[in-house]
Every structure is written in structure tokens, then in C-alpha cells.
């Protein structure tokens, strides 16, 4: 009897730890599972990643993203080593018929213009051999500044977004550009500027500042981490951000800027009047980093 007593309360047990051992295994296979994707999002092509995962990304093809590099003159030229590297480190944003502006501004030296008009016709042949619609667009009028080459690139764009880069700053590392923009458009209250950093999304340089990982936001799977930082780095806005009178540069130019700084504003850089309206009104001006706090650099600088 005492015999058959033990073996019912060991049957029972055994059951007992079978069914907590199935449940621990369902755990392990559900994380093990994010982790793969995890994994899938640092080290495949963001193209692959996204088509694998269209009901998760549904929709994120419906809003249009193109690109603008800005260039100039340089100790390099003619030579296009330097944006060559940056074009060809668009395969890793996963969207290969985005449109390409490259603004090149002008010189104001006449010894300088045999250089810039040789540079300016190898950019034109790295333009012609991409596969992606591509333009070249000029100063008209010798060295205009970043903020006016800025604008004759976004100028020639009719995408809902746009991705402002810097000639001498490549991506590094698969990006899924479109999930991204899907994700801005789903939030258009709330985010306005998404940076692609140089450096781990760390309290660094720029992005020092008390709102500096607060209120972050996740949408889609999309992380983006709140920064006070604006900057020229490259980074994703919607086209009608420089020209919004409530958020862009024009109404930042005309109000918030000296009497100084308006006079030669046009040949100034975005960021002298971004930068400290942004790190003074960090909430207001809605501006993140892609991806979590502390996620690795995503561009790289020559």
C-alpha cells in the first residue's frame, strides 16, 4: 500500500515537472526566435530583411524617400574617392530605386575652377553609372554654402522624404531605410529629425543635453533615441522640413538668427541655426537618433 502511495505521488510529480518543462521550452524557442531576428536585422541585407517580413512592414513602401549629397570643392579633387564611397554605400539602405540629387557647390577662385569643373564632370560619370535615377545639380553663382547647396538638392526631389548626407560620410552597416521612413510617417507629431550617427548613441559631443534618452520611441519594431543634438551629419526628414514654417530652417533663419548671421546665412551650415534652437527646445524640435540607446554607429567619416 505505502509502495503504491509513492508511486502515485512520483507519477504526479513526474507530470508535474513535464508540464514545466514544456513550458520552459516554449520559452527558449520564443526567445531564441527574437534573438534571430535580432541577429537578422544586424547582419543581412536590409532589402532581404524587409521582403521577409511584409506583413510586419505592411504599408512601408507607400511612402517615398530619395536622397541628397551634398559635395564641394576639395584638397581631393578632382578625384571622386571620397564620394564614391559614400554613393556606394547606399546598397545598404535596401532601397535601390530611391532618387540620388548630388548639389555640388561652386568656387570663387578662378585658379581653383579647372580642378572643379574636371571634379564636376567625374561626378557627373559616377552619376551616369548608377543604376538609381541620379541628377547633378550646380551653383549658379561661385560658393553659395551649405545651407543654399542643401536646398538646390532637396529642390529637385518630389519624395515625401528626404536623406541629406554629407559627401565624406558613408553608412557602414545595413540600414532598412523604408521601415524607418514608414515609421516617421507613422508618428508625425512627434518625430521631426532622425540623425544617422558616427558614434555609438551615447551622451557624446552634440547629443548632450537633459532630454538626451528620454521619452524615446518605439514604432514598428523601429527604435529612435530623443537627442538635443541637430547636426549636418546625415539624417532623414520629411521634404517639407526646410521649408515648414513651423519647424524648418526659413522660419529659424528670419526669426531666431542675428542680424550677423542673417547676412551671410546662405553661405552658413544648417546646424548654426539648428543646433542651438534644438538644444534649447529639445522637446519641441522632436529631433532622435536612429536606433537604441547605445546602438553602434551608423555612419563612418573619411
Known amino acids: 500500500m505505502a509502495r503504491t502511495t509513492v508511486c502515485a505521488q512520483l507519477y504526479r510529480h513526474s507530470r508535474v515537472l513535464l508540464v514545466l518543462l514544456t ?5 527558449l524557442v520564443i526567445r531564441l526566435q527574437d534573438l534571430l531576428v535580432g ?8 532589402a532581404t530583411y524587409i521582403a521577409s517580413n511584409e506583413q510586419l512592414y505592411a504599408g512601408a513602401n507607400a511612402t517615398t524617400v530619395g536622397f541628397v549629397i551634398v559635395t564641394s570643392n576639395r584638397k581631393s579633387s578632382p578625384s571622386t574617392k571620397l564620394i564614391d564611397a559614400t554613393v556606394s554605400s547606399l546598397r545598404l539602405l535596401g532601397v535601390p530605386d530611391a532618387p540620388l540629387v548630388v548639389s555640388i557647390d561652386g568656387v570663387d577662385d578662378e585658379e581653383q575652377k579647372p580642378t572643379h569643373d574636371e571634379y564636376i564632370s567625374n561626378v557627373r560619370t559616377v552619376c551616369s553609372s548608377l543604376e538609381r535615377e541620379c541628377k547633378v545639380v550646380l551653383s549658379p553663382n561661385g560658393t553659395s554654402g551649405l545651407l543654399a547647396n542643401t536646398f538646390r538638392g532637396i529642390d529637385e526631389l518630389t ?4 536623406v541629406i548626407m554629407q559627401d565624406d560620410m558613408p553608412f557602414i552597416r545595413d540600414v532598412p531605410l523604408q521601415s524607418i521612413v514608414a515609421a516617421v510617417a507613422s508618428n508625425p507629431d512627434d518625430i521631426h529629425y532622425v540623425r544617422f550617427n558616427r558614434r555609438r548613441n551615447a551622451v557624446k559631443r552634440w547629443d548632450r543635453g537633459a532630454c538626451f534618452n528620454q521619452g524615446n520611441i518605439v514604432s514598428n519594431g523601429i527604435h529612435f533615441t530623443r537627442t538635443p543634438g541637430w547636426s549636418d551629419n546625415n539624417h532623414l526628414v520629411r521634404r517639407e522640413y526646410y521649408y515648414t514654417a513651423n519647424s524648418g530652417i526659413l522660419f529659424l ?13 546662405t553661405h552658413g551650415a544648417p546646424e548654426d541655426i539648428m543646433y542651438p534652437w534644438a538644444k534649447a527646445n529639445c522637446y ?8 537604441k540607446h547605445m546602438a553602434d554607429a551608423a555612419i ?3
Not at 541577429?39 to 541585407?45: F, G, L, Q, R
Not at 519624395?159 to 528626404?162: A, E, G, K, N, P
Open 23 to 27: 513550458l520552459l521550452g516554449i520559452f
Open 39 to 46: 541577429y537578422k536585422v544586424t547582419h543581412t541585407d536590409a
Open 159 to 162: 519624395t515625401d522624404y528626404v
Open 253 to 265: 533663419s528670419a526669426n531666431n538668427m542675428s542680424e550677423s548671421m542673417r547676412a551671410s546665412h
Open 284 to 291: 519641441e524640435a522632436k529631433t532622435f537618433l536612429w536606433g
Open 300 to 302: 563612418g567619416h573619411l
